[in-house]
């Protein structure tokens, strides 16, 4: 996870990005009309009955006070703190990224940048032709066959149990091991729930997953496959033989890789959207993929974002 | 020592009596943590960086109701002027890990973040007096950076009792005096202590102006800390966009 | 017995029914206290109950063979009427007749204490089991579900219900029949098809203007003062077969007016004006009586020179065509055959005598005052009608009736064709798919879900609640109506989302339930009008209705810790109802639980489960005996 970027700039490019801040934190003022609290500031509800205390609040002397820095969000009587950075909060059906962390009976632990570790149990896996899974002390056995520590896994956020530990299911083609990319972490608020969290990005030929805990994935494109089974010895032999990953595939994982790193450097908002219109500007105005985290693509990204976001407004208002 | 001038009625480091150093906050220090802060006070200068809160490492240690409050305090080999070596588990940085760790716990709300771990390190960099103050105002700085629930903030401030005068926010030369040096705690808004330490003795009729001394130097500093998180919500909201 | 305390002990149902268990008999109804209901069971089972006394529910579910099986009545009352028992119902009761390995044969007795056609006994005996059809319908708890996962695509989900299954497999079959029937339509050709539509579309056209003439002609307030007895009247009388006619002048024959007398409709009577009420009227006239079995006679009206008996029949005001200015006098005793014939023969030669130009008839609007401008206007249209009607060319050829018959048949079976291929086409279609758009249309402008259809804060409380109505306990929840009331007012509050039996009389609720209560059907009436928005079918009223107070006052004496028998004193309902009731209360207080938890509300969250522990007691949720 990342901070602030550290790049040395020269006293133009200073003057430029704290030019953009500056209109950046304009524009969001006129913008959001969210109330901005910190931790025991007062939340004011006009002594409004029944008023239902949501996440990040709680009641003092019959007022209701914040206990993280967030912004105030209202949904009918419900009063709640959108807190900004903190770990990740998950809901049923987020798509997530996590990393193995042990394997334990039955069961894998995720590492999902949430507070505890998330479990994945053997049984929440399909066999990859679709059918349930029998339970045998084989499979049991052979379970790192299918993941070992320290590989990189997408699932699906199954539910809390009933003694509070999250479970995670991936009974879907499109989950599972991730190989051949980059593993990058972002705090999970820049991150928005959205309809999609999968991305094939054909152009570059490279598949990008924003998990909804923070964790993005990028890397090569993988064709879903369905019947990976009925493939002999001999052609897997041959796919090892070809299972490289071409240069210029792998110099577009690192572009894409790079304009998240920016993207969440600077504190924008990750979309895919975003991340391809920062790649593109890089490959326009030839910017070499180790130049992208230097000062002045950075400084032109927070600008170019300037100018994004100021059309939008314009655009609102009509 | 006349630690305040008599005549002109100011401390050796030219402050009045109840007037505290510069502090100064700074949000994010450290790249890899959940939440991070530098807190500085005058010359005395603390980085805490929080982790969590994050699965238990020692599962003996997991709780199934409430999260566990870990802190480490150890003092940089630079931090002083003397060249003693500064081992990290000697008895005083164990004493003020235990301090600190039970006035954070007070105010976290561990309740919501079961059989979790919340570790909170804290590093003093350079130690003019009041490290402890410090390290309390960073850890809170630092805990509200990672998103943690709290009660309240916890603020903490020094105070002493010297040449007849109550004094806020000693310095190293002011604290090493060997007169009384009160600690205070305070959950602000809430108007409760958490921490009171003193170390010498200190007639009674006296104690309660250097307690109420420190208790409004905490009553700053816990404006300053709030205008701060205002100010870096503020910032990643806008940044964030829409 | 020994598992419930002193005071359930007490409870009339228990001690009513331990003296007949001794004597071998038993009762069994959905009624009854679960505990009751298992040891009924274990004791049936264990062949202690010599003779059972049982409702449907016992044949359903559990394997509890008995070597006979007596049905009392062979009609079922299945909520709105009483009807024949289904086959299916016939077959899981007399099922249970005859033990294995005891019985040589289960006997079955059916107490037919009525009149019962051959063919519904047929069907009952002997049909087949009932269709499974799929009751599947679309909850929006269900969608928020699958909206919340990445590929929860709810059509997905629709398309492979088991109603979506039924849909497609009756498919083939409606093809089929759209080819039969189009090929059926196809092989009638008519000749001058174009001449005979104009013409038919004439007749339809002057068949509607007289009904409406007739409609108002014959509106009670106007023909009332003239259904004298005596006047003669003409009738319409249905020839021989049962197919339309098509002459421009229908048969009718007449009668002599003998009484009038209004419908009496208990339901309706109440709230209808005596102008809007239907009357009948006694008329004598010539009938044909064709025996059809012992008991029943048809009886069918004829024309007058025809074969028959002269009876006095009833029949509605829509029969009659017109009424005469002619009134006869009428014998007072109409009981006698010969009084009756001779009547008759006085109305024959009534008949006879203004053959050439009809008997005169009343005047609508100068006679019986009938003032009205669509009156006017019709008669004026039926005449302009007439003209063309004269004109028409087809009008003399021979064939005409013969050929409109045959267009007749030919318009049916098109609109038939119509009617399957738009089955055809709904099926084809997502058989959801409208009512999908416009659930999602409701969770958005509710704010459950937001453009993109992701989930929000509301949506994730809908989908904690799967035993009620989610979106009203989401919207009481979210306008924090559970906040500031007492935990036994909100365990009454939500009693009425699980209470649906509808009680006679019973008592209205102290006045801070009523009040909980009207909040509750208000935010009923407000979800239920933004559905109707969206346009999801509902009815507002039935839906707001569905709510009922009627446990509220008995759950809240339950919550406030009463003893069983207490409760049941201050309700009239069935012991086992309750019982059910306040453990799917339970059920939903677990799930809003869940739902607190989820938007972070703590204190919520332990009102709950306070809740939970409260009603959680006793013998409402003793532990089963079959554990």
Redesign the interface.
Known sequence: MMRELHVSLNQTQKVRLQAAFQHLSDIGSQASSGLLVSVSDTIPVNNEDGILKGHGTSERDGQVVATVCGVVERVNKLVYVRALRARYKPEVGDIIVGRVIEIAPKRWKLEINFSQDAVLMLQSMNLPDGIQRRRTAVDELNMRTIFEENDVICAEVRGFQHDGSLHLQARSQKYGKLERGQLLRVPAYLVKRRKQHFHDLEQYGVDLILGCNGFIWVGEHVVPADNEMVEDQESTLKDKEQSYTPLEIRQNICRIANSVRLISALGFAISVDAIIDTAEASKSSNVDIKDMLGAEFYVQTAEREVQKRISLLKKKRG | MEYVNPLTGFRLDGRRPNEMRQIRGEI?????A???ALFEMGNTKVIAAVY????VQNKGQQM?GQ?LVRCEYSMANFSTGDRARKSKGDRRSTEISLVIRQTMEASI?TH?????QIDIFLQVLQADGGTRSACINAATLAL??????????VTSCSAGYLCSTPLLDLNYVEDSAGGPDVTVGTL???DKVTLLQMDAKLPIEMFTDVLQLAIEGCKAIANYI?EV??E??????????? | MDLLSDDEKKLPQVSNILPLLKRGIGVHHSGLLPILKEVIEILFQEGLIKCLFATETFSIGLNMPAKTVVFTNVRKFDGDKFRWLSSGEYIQMSGRAGRRGIDQRGICILMVDEKMEPSTAKMMLKGSADFLNSAFHLSYNMLLNQLRCEDGDPEKLLRHSFYQFQADRALPDLEKQVKELTRERDSIVIEEEDSLKDYFNLLQQYRSLKKDVHDIVFAPKYCLPYLQPGRLVSLLYASNDKRPSFFTHEPVTWGIIVNFQKINNLNEAADKRPEDSQYTVDVLTRCMVAKESETKKSIKIVHLKEQGEPLVVSVPLSQIVSLSVVRLYIPKDLVPLEARENMLKVLSEVYSRFLKDGIPLLDPEEDMKVQSNSYRKAVRRIEALDRLFEKHEIRNSPLIQQNLQVFHDKLELSAKIKLVKKSMRSSTALAFKDELKARKRVLRRLGYINSEDVVMVKGQVACEISSADELILTELMFSGSFKDISIEEMVALLSCFVWQEKLQDAPKPREELELLFSQLQETARRVANVQLDCKVQMDIDSFVNSFRSDVMEAVYAWAKGSKFFEIMELSSVFEGSLIRAIRRLEEILQQLTFAAKAIGETELEEKFQEAVKKIKRDIVFAASLYL
């Not at chain 2, 994010?28 to 890899?32: I, R």
């Not at chain 2, 969590?52 to 699965?55: I, L, S, V, W």
């Not at chain 2, 919501?112 to 979790?116: I, Y």
């Open positions: 994010g220090v450290v790249a890899k959940d939440g991070s969590g809160p994050r699965e199934d999260a709300l919501l973040m079961p059989r979790s509200a950076d990672a998103g943690i629930p709290m009660r309240d903030l602000v808004k809430m709030q998180l205002l870096n919500t503020k910032k990643l909201e806008c940044m964030r966009g829409s």
